[in-house]
């Protein structure tokens, strides 16, 4: 079946240090993948997306993702984590070109310690 | 651009009652919207898809007698919860797509949410 996973429920990292939020996906064919961050009693925001193309993607706040076909996976990572990083993100999958319908994560809890 | 707004934001209402909820876009006018459901440390769940204009189309195991979606205008759509029950506390998110064209490159547009708290 088709899926997502996202390894780690909660990730902390010190202020300044590297940040990684792994995301797997699950099918046979290559779909196009999205991360989102929400804030607190905020909706979601599309940090980056991968449809075709360059495999390494950039996205706002100094975030980046590598599409690794051969892994199955879509980490995002960002060099320097800063405060106002701490959220939940989620990675979602988009399997089915033709409905749009996406198919989420279970979202991983970042922290950020002083 | 691209804003999607919710409203209620927060909402409790007794069991057995109706609620409703209305997702907006703003400064876009979107043919599609999705809404979801997202369970206290849980994933999203797409619940139905609402384009403008037609019947929505539900998710396997979704009532849709009991979440009525009715997407009236190109801005708006509306989640209905009849006859609530506790079990069906939780947070409630819309997000739109716009008009077509082509696969929409820069996705969906979620809203802030709407948690129904049912007592």
């Known amino acids: 079946a088709q899926s997502v996973t996202q390894l780690g429920s909660h990730v902390s990292v010190s202020e300044g240090a590297l940040v990684l939020l792994r995301c797997n996906y699950s099918s046979s064919v290559p779909p196009y993948l999205f991360w989102y961050v929400q804030y607190p009693n905020q909706g979601l925001q599309l940090l980056l997306k991968y449809t075709t193309g360059a495999t390494l993607v950039k996205g706002i706040n100094g975030f980046e993702a590598e599409f690794k076909k051969s892994e199955t996976s879509f980490h995002l990572t960002k060099p320097s984590a800063h405060m106002s990083d701490a959220a939940e993100y989620f990675c979602?999958?988009?399997?089915?070109?033709?409905?749009?319908?996406?198919?989420f994560g279970t979202g991983t809890r970042l922290t950020i310690i002083p | 651009g691209a804003v999607v707004s919710q409203h209620p934001s927060w909402v409790i209402c007794k069991s057995g009652t109706s609620v409703k909820i209305e997702c907006r876009s703003l400064?876009?006018?979107?043919?599609?919207m999705f809404w979801y459901r997202q369970f206290p440390k849980q994933s999203l769940m797409l619940m139905a898809t609402?384009?403008?204009?037609?019947?929505?189309?539900?998710e396997q195991g979704v009532e849709k007698d009991k979440f009525l979606i009715n997407h009236a205008s190109l801005t708006l759509s509306t989640l209905t919860v009849t006859s609530a029950h506790p079990e069906d506390s939780s947070f409630y998110i819309c997000s739109a797509r716009e008009r077509p064209s082509g696969l929409s490159i820069r996705g969906q547009f979620f809203g802030p949410g709407t948690r129904l708290t049912v007592l």
């Open positions: 979602a999958a988009l399997f089915n070109f033709g409905n749009e319908k996406l198919t």
């Open positions: 400064d876009f006018q979107a043919t599609t």
């Open positions: 609402s384009n403008e204009g037609s019947k929505a189309t539900y």
